[in-house]
């Protein structure tokens, strides 16, 4: 018995480290609503919930909407659309190679906020 408990003692930190080390998946998938789009230095900012979300484009980025290809500058007009990317993270900076544009816009909370009648306390 105390044999069985001195190995489990022995072999924990060996599997935690283990799956702890696990590598990052080579393709990452992210998406939210489009908010900016630096035509220039080819970098796109993402608004997912509460958190901005930077992306740089490849140089070979596909960027698409539906069966159509985009360039850049086209994807700097689509801003308040949701878009799904595909990226690979490296060395902390996340590398869009695939971008596309869902043609969906969020909810416009804003007007449905105006047209309630203000409540004070």
Do not use: C, H, W
């Not at 908010?35 to 080819?42: E, P, Q, R, W, Y």
């Not at 900012?45 to 958190?51: A, N, T, V, W």
Request: proline residues 5%.
């Amino acid at each position: 018995m105390n044999r069985r408990i001195f190995f489990l003692l022995l072999a924990a930190p060996l599997v935690t480290s283990t799956v702890l080390a696990q590598p990052l998946p080579k393709v990452l998938f992210g998406g939210g609503v489009l908010v900016g789009v630096d035509a220039t230095s080819s970098v796109a900012r993402l608004q997912q919930g509460e958190s901005e979300q930077v992306y740089s484009l490849a140089k070979d980025a596909e960027i698409v909407q539906g069966k159509d290809r985009l360039d850049v500058a086209d994807l700097a007009k689509a801003t308040g659309t949701y878009v799904t990317v595909r990226y690979k993270d490296t060395n902390g900076t996340r590398v869009a190679d695939r971008v596309k544009l869902t043609g969906r816009r969020p909810a416009a909370t804003s007007s449905v906020a105006a047209a309630l009648p203000a409540v004070t306390p």
